[in-house]
């Protein structure tokens, strides 16, 4: 069974930039889906990318549109969100998750963000 394990998470001011990485156990070239959520203290989990392989379409919520950037490498079996000015509004946990084939829904464990001076 795949496993998700999220980094690059961290500390940063606010208008900087982070790139998480989410990097599956096995082959991801089979996912319908990839996504990227957010825990933060005022939404419970929210979507903020969201990537449908067969199309290879994005969708984000208004709030980080143009901000982030959702993308995948099969090669090196990992999901991507790129993070670009950044704001403290931006603070929390996130999660990424990718559909396989069944279908079944995996999910990683997590990774902080914080936007602060």
């Known amino acids: 069974q795949v496993q998700l394990m999220e980094s690059g998470g961290g500390l940063v001011q606010p208008g900087g930039s982070l790139k998480l990485s989410c990097a599956a156990s096995?082959?991801?070239?089979?996912?319908?889906?990839a996504g990227w959520f957010r825990r933060t203290a005022t939404h419970r989990r929210e979507l903020v990318a969201h990537?449908?392989?067969?199309?290879?379409?994005?969708n984000y919520p208004d709030s980080v549109k143009g901000r982030f950037l959702i993308t995948r490498d099969n090669d090196k079996n990992t999901v991507f969100l790129e993070m670009n000015n950044l704001k403290p509004e931006d603070t929390g946990f996130y999660f990424c998750?990718?559909?396989?084939?069944?279908?079944?829904?995996?999910w990683g464990q997590g990774t902080q963000v914080t936007v602060s001076h």
């Open positions: 998750t990718v559909t396989m084939p069944g279908p079944r829904g995996v």
């Open positions: 096995g082959s991801i070239v089979n996912i319908s889906v």
């Open positions: 990537l449908v392989t067969s199309t290879n379409t994005t």
